[in-house]
């Protein structure tokens, strides 16, 4: 029932949703209003007659409001920093054994590999530098083994289970398959943590490992292993803000699909911290 009502929350609170909802009242009052006029040629003027309205100019001076706000690339842009930090890991090739606690065991959390079933392809997704932080950890030896989390997130399709194909794709790159550990069954970050505490105790690894996720998720990721009772050494991959800040007046002033984007992914992680906070996850 949670993972069904924080896919509910994450939908609702999304700012295209809202935007879509206010027009599309505008659209169903003109329609209603719109079939009882008997002479269509008065249109234009009924039209204008229409926007003037004001119960409908403040449906439409919402939408364009949320539009313009949640697409401006410089303002979500500033949020990001904000929210990932501004300070980044060492790049996985420069961490040497001297750095205290030195994890010999990586734990990549999910959401970084999709695969084309038509195609019979693997892709990388946007947050794929999570799964290449584990993979040039483990080629170059600064881990002995990695832990891929993540079964199957969807409601409806559960035909694919990410770490498992993660484990596949890993091990056609060369990866050696006794050094891979699959957690498949997880769902949520929240199971991920349980999980991987129950992977580590079953192996008695009791050392810190590395926990690697998105900047952006980090936080989340964080509390649910701290709660879980696993020691760790935190790694963020995948940022999505740029410290070259672009103050064009593009960015200023013309609404991004990136920013939107970009928004709701904060959006759905500030909804995830909440729902875990009032459920005693975290």
């Known amino acids: 029932m949670f993972f069904v009502i924080s896919k509910l929350f994450a939908f609702l609170f999304n700012p295209m ?8 009242v505008v659209i169903l009052k003109f329609t209603l209003s719109f079939k009882q006029i008997q002479n269509r040629k008065r249109f234009i003027r009924f039209l204008l007659n229409y926007i003037q309205n004001i119960n409908v100019r403040k449906y439409i001076i919402s939408a364009f409001a949320i539009f313009m706000i949640c697409g401006n690339g410089v303002l979500i842009n500033e949020i990001n920093i904000l929210w990932e930090g501004s ?15 030195y994890p010999r065991t990586a734990v990549v959390l999910g959401g970084y590999l999709g695969y084309d079933f038509l195609r019979h392809r693997y892709s990388l997704m946007q947050a794929g530098d999570r799964f ?7 080629q170059l030896g600064k881990f002995d083994r ?5 079964g199957s997130s969807s409601l409806i399709n559960h035909a694919y289970y990410e770490a498992f194909e993660a484990r596949k794709y890993m091990i056609s790159l060369g990866v050696d398959s006794n050094k891979i550990i699959v957690d498949g069954k997880s769902r949520n970050t929240y199971e991920n943590a349980k999980i991987t505490k129950h992977l580590l105790d079953s192996l008695k690894i009791h050392e810190p490992v590395c926990l690697i996720t998105s900047a952006g998720h980090m936080y989340r990721s964080a509390a649910c292993y701290k709660k879980a009772g696993v020691n760790f050494v935190p ?27 970009k928004l709701n ?8 911290i909440l729902s875990y906070k009032i459920t005693g996850k975290i």
Do not use: C
Request: charged content about 15%; overall charge neutral.
């Open 17 to 24: 949703f809202w935007i879509f909802y206010l027009l599309l």
């Open 87 to 101: 300070v980044a890991n060492k790049s996985i090739s420069d961490i040497s054994p001297k750095d205290k606690p």
């Open 132 to 138: 290449m932080v584990g993979f040039q950890g483990i």
């Open 146 to 150: 990695v832990i891929l989390t993540g």
């Open 235 to 261: 790694y963020k991959a995948h940022y999505t803000s740029s410290l070259q800040r672009n103050y064009s007046f593009s960015n200023f002033f013309i609404p991004s699909a990136f920013a939107f984007e």
């Open 265 to 272: 992914d904060i959006i759905h992680e500030w909804i995830g």
